[in-house]
């Protein structure tokens, strides 16, 4: 879906017309913004006009659009895979994007490894949206009470800690600050040879330090 366009004739009713056929919508669905607007001689000394306008979907009406189109097929997905999950949009209009946060029991098998099951699913969705709507706001998904950039940090930081000591045989500190946060890190080091753990501090303050082990 083409997002805005400039648009120039005679006639603004004539403009307005042609840009509904074009972005697809009705005349309240858009925003008009004059580029240029005057007059001339012409031929015979027929005045002409010249009406240049730029022609854009209102952003609710793009969002809304996108956004029920995403849920309709998230929610079939999650139907025939017999997954319990549930759906809860916010339009973000200054940003132009549309966030859907997912909640319920079923959601652990998205944000495992780092939540690349949820990535390749947000991938999935965009992908559908765009084919039967064109391309046009990023569509977001991310799980109710959870922070994926975070738990992506903490991925990362691990594997180049688990590394670290591989190579130097120095122990490495990784701060959590949750049960949940201890778990991803525990499961990434699980089935590392050499590589042994302890745990020291409590709540936020608690660190596992990795070190190495000789087998």
Same mark, same amino acid.
């Given at each position: 879906?083409?997002?805005?366009?400039?648009?120039?004739?005679?006639?603004?009713?004539?403009?307005?017309?042609?840009?509904?056929?074009?972005?697809?919508?009705?005349?309240?669905?858009?925003?008009?913004?004059?580029?240029?607007?005057?007059?001339?001689?012409?031929?015979?000394?027929?005045?002409?006009?010249?009406?240049?306008? %730029?022609?854009?979907? /209102? $952003?609710?009406?793009?969002?809304? +659009? &996108?956004?029920?189109?995403? @849920?309709?097929?998230? =929610?079939?997905?999650?139907?025939?895979?017999?997954?319990?999950?549930?759906?809860?949009?916010?339009?973000?209009?200054?940003?132009?994007?549309?966030?859907?946060?997912?909640?319920?029991?079923?959601?652990?098998?998205?944000?495992?490894?780092?939540?690349?099951?949820?990535?390749?699913?947000?991938?999935?969705?965009?992908?559908?949206?765009?084919?039967?709507?064109?391309?046009?706001? %990023?569509?977001?998904? /991310? $799980?109710?009470?959870?922070?994926? +950039? &975070?738990?992506?940090?903490? @991925?990362?930081?691990? =594997?180049?800690?688990?590394?670290?000591?591989?190579?130097?045989?120095?122990?490495?500190?990784?701060?959590?600050?949750?049960?949940?946060?201890?778990?991803?890190?525990?499961?990434?080091?699980?089935?590392?040879?050499?590589?042994?753990?302890?745990?020291?501090?409590?709540?936020?303050?608690?660190?596992?330090?990795?070190?190495?082990?000789?087998?």
């Amino acid at each position: 879906m083409i997002l805005e366009k400039e648009f120039e004739g005679k006639s603004l009713d004539q403009l307005v017309e042609v840009a509904c056929q074009e972005l697809g919508c009705v005349p309240e669905d858009l925003e008009l913004e004059i580029l240029e607007f005057s007059t001339s001689s012409g031929l015979l000394g027929i005045p002409g006009k010249k009406i240049r306008i %730029k022609a854009r979907i /209102k $952003p609710d009406k793009l969002l809304s +659009e &996108r956004a029920n189109r995403a @849920v309709t097929f998230l =929610k079939e997905l999650f139907y025939y895979a017999d997954l319990n999950i549930e759906t809860k949009t916010n339009l973000l209009r200054d940003q132009l994007q549309i966030e859907i946060l997912l909640s319920g029991e079923d959601v652990k098998y998205f944000i495992q490894n780092g939540a690349e099951p949820l990535s390749a699913l947000e991938f999935l969705t965009n992908k559908i949206v765009a084919k039967a709507l064109g391309v046009g706001p %990023k569509i977001v998904l /991310k $799980p109710e009470g959870i922070n994926i +950039e &975070r738990e992506k940090k903490l @991925v990362n930081a691990v =594997k180049k800690a688990i590394q670290k000591v591989k190579s130097t045989k120095e122990s490495q500190v990784i701060k959590v600050g949750s049960q949940r946060e201890q778990k991803i890190v525990l499961n990434l080091i699980k089935n590392e040879n050499n590589i042994g753990y302890t745990i020291e501090g409590e709540g936020k303050q608690k660190r596992i330090i990795l070190t190495f082990e000789k087998i």
